[in-house]
Structure formats: C-alpha cells, structure tokens
C-alpha cells in the first residue's frame, strides 16, 4: 500500500478520535458513535496493509 493511501488512513483514524471526543465533550451521541466507526474503519484498513506488506 502507498504512502498516501497509509496517510489518509491515519488521518481517517485521527479524525474519527477528534469526533469521539467532541461528541462526548457536548453530549452528542451520533457524533461520538459516527468517530468510533471511523476508527474501527481506519483500523480495518491498517490491518489489510499490514497483510499486504506482509507478502510483497
């Protein structure tokens, strides 16, 4: 997996943990479970480039 795409995940990852936390700091549920699954999404996808690197 390139740079970028490495990149844009940890950025989707650093995203979804700002909006968890914004969603807990004012009480706003939908923002904090829309942060967690974009967490568990950013995570799903280092998983896959990890297997990836793994066997190239």
Same mark, same amino acid.
């Given at each position: 997996?390139? !740079?970028? *795409? /490495? &990149? %844009? #995940? +940890? +950025?989707?990852?650093?995203? @979804? %943990?700002?909006?968890? =936390?914004?969603?807990?700091?004012?009480? #706003? %549920? *939908?923002?904090?479970?829309?942060? /967690?699954? *974009?967490? @568990?999404? &950013?995570?799903? %996808? /280092? =998983?896959?480039? #990890?297997?990836? *690197?793994? !066997? /190239?």
């Amino acid at each position: 997996m390139s !740079f970028i *795409d /490495k &990149a %844009k #995940n +940890a +950025a989707e990852d650093a995203i @979804g %943990k700002a909006k968890e =936390v914004v969603g807990d700091a004012t009480d #706003n %549920k *939908d923002l904090e479970a829309e942060g /967690k699954k *974009d967490q @568990g999404s &950013a995570g799903v %996808k /280092k =998983v896959g480039e #990890n297997i990836k *690197d793994t !066997f /190239k």
